[in-house]
């Protein structure tokens, strides 16, 4: 009776520090941070959903709001900000992969006041900002085989054609690969390579006594 008890009290621990990390830390119910919002357009989100992550400088700062398509095609996303920072001229805000594997974020490049010689302004505004998408890799790679396949076909044809030739012995390079007499060339010729050093160190004494004789004249 007492180890059950112990043990359905560890259970109420654990419980109560999951539901701690799930719900109160993730701010799901109780927000501790005071928010402010900009409004972005995009003209692609690629995934983009709402209650993404918006970082500053990799920073985690915000999340997505709201997401909506508008009547020229682009889309208006609303971010709820709680990181106050300082927008500049020639800032950038891209929709950027989380990871490999999927998820996005929006990821805000503030810019800098000054670069390279030039002055940018601060931009006070932060309503209709412009925003980018940044090309999945994985999506363009897709996209590159679906219009090159005839090409791509053609190609591990012939690599295919490649390796039955050098399997079934023919070619330069299916010999080399499957006759044994070029193993047993290249062994001689590695043995007869051996002999000749060996040779060399018998009779490196005598040319060693016949330079040194040489010199005294």
Do not use: W
């Amino acid at each position: 009776m007492k180890n059950e008890v112990i043990v359905g009290i560890f259970f109420f621990i654990a419980l109560t520090i999951l539901g701690y990390f799930t719900i109160i830390m993730s701010g799901e119910i109780f927000e501790t941070h005071q928010y402010y919002k900009i409004t972005v357009v995009f003209p692609n989100i690629d995934g983009l959903e709402k209650t993404s992550k918006v970082k500053v400088n990799g920073v985690l700062s915000g999340a997505v709001e709201e997401v909506k398509l508008m009547a020229d095609n682009n889309v208006f996303v609303t971010l709820k900000m709680y990181n106050k920072f300082i927008l500049y001229e020639g800032y950038k805000i891209k929709v950027r992969s989380e990871t490999a594997l999927g998820g996005k974020f929006v990821g805000i490049d503030p810019g800098i006041g000054f670069k390279n010689g030039k002055t940018y302004a601060i931009i006070h505004g932060r309503n209709n900002l412009k925003g980018d998408s940044t090309a999945d890799i994985f999506s363009e790679l897709g996209d590159l085989i679906a219009e090159n396949r005839a090409n791509v076909y053609k190609t591990i044809q012939n690599i295919r054609d490649i390796t039955t030739k050098i399997n079934t012995g023919q070619g330069t390079l299916g010999k080399l690969v499957n006759e044994n007499k070029v193993y047993n060339n290249a062994d001689d010729l590695i043995k007869d390579l051996r002999e000749t050093i060996e040779d060399a160190r018998e009779q490196a004494p005598i040319t060693s006594f016949i330079r040194a004789a040489l010199l005294a004249f």
